[in-house]
């Protein structure tokens, strides 16, 4: 992809226009798919929340969801609790007739006023925050074009306002650690290691890592249902 289109990829219309190609695929994954990321939910994220009769299952958000089945996946293992922000009308349009139970919200994640502070336990980007910075030379921090350190920051302002205290963000995306870390942790967030990246897929150019973080100090993990 040329510098000039992944520099449109911060904007709805790019994704409009490239959501209602009919030459596109219907579904696309981005990085990897939920095949490749079961593994990786399950031990890291879902022991947070077991599942049981009793207890309500956590709030989910998918940020730019697009048209991954990662959502519809959640669902079918019991996470039944999801909503979509997603700001291109023409994937909300595909997806959400897919399955009414999960909410979509036609919001950008810069800036998500209509949902309230403190309102989800998990939210999960997968090639959201890349799509801000795709065009960035990710190797020289002093080098990153302003455009991209605003968006991250607003957006990861965002997402901590909107988790729970101790709610976790899970950014699954394709960037050195040392330059997602530069750029979502900044002033106006508080986010602590919910572990070290994990690999994904097999070292290479543009391996695929799990970042977890947690909203706040780590807290020991004892009851969830409490
Ligand atoms: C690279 S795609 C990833 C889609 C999906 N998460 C996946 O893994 O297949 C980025 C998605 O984020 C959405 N997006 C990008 N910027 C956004 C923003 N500021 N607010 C809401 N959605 C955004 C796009 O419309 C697109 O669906």
């Given at each position: ?72 996946e ?21 997806m ?22 403190g ?11 890349y ?96």
């Open positions: 992809m040329a510098d000039s289109e992944a520099a449109q990829m911060r904007n709805a219309d790019y994704w409009d226009s490239r959501y209602s190609n009919e030459d596109e695929p219907a579904t696309k994954e981005w990085h990897v798919g939920h095949d490749k990321l079961e593994g990786y939910l399950e031990e890291n994220i879902y022991p947070r929340w077991p599942l049981g009769e009793t207890a309500a299952p956590p709030k989910v958000v998918h940020l730019g969801s697009g048209a991954s089945s990662v959502p519809y959640m669902y079918a293992r019991g996470y039944t609790d999801q909503t979509c922000v997603e700001f291109s009308a023409a994937v909300v349009a595909q959400a007739p897919r399955n009414p139970a999960i909410k979509w919200l036609p919001h950008d994640v810069r800036a998500m006023s209509e949902v309230a502070s309102s989800f336990d998990f939210a999960f980007d997968k090639a959201t925050f799509a801000f910075c795709a065009w960035g030379p990710t190797h020289l921090l002093k080098s990153i074009p302003p455009v991209i350190v605003e968006d991250t920051a607003a957006y990861s302002r965002e997402v901590f306002r909107i988790l729970k205290p101790g709610g976790v963000f899970c950014c699954i995306n394709i960037f050195e650690p040392r330059y997602v870390h530069h750029l979502l942790k900044v002033e106006g967030t508080d986010w602590s290691d919910l572990h070290a990246p994990i690999a994904l897929t097999p070292p290479g150019w543009a391996q695929t890592r799990a970042y977890g973080f947690v909203k706040g100090q780590p807290v020991e993990q004892t009851d969830a249902t409490t």
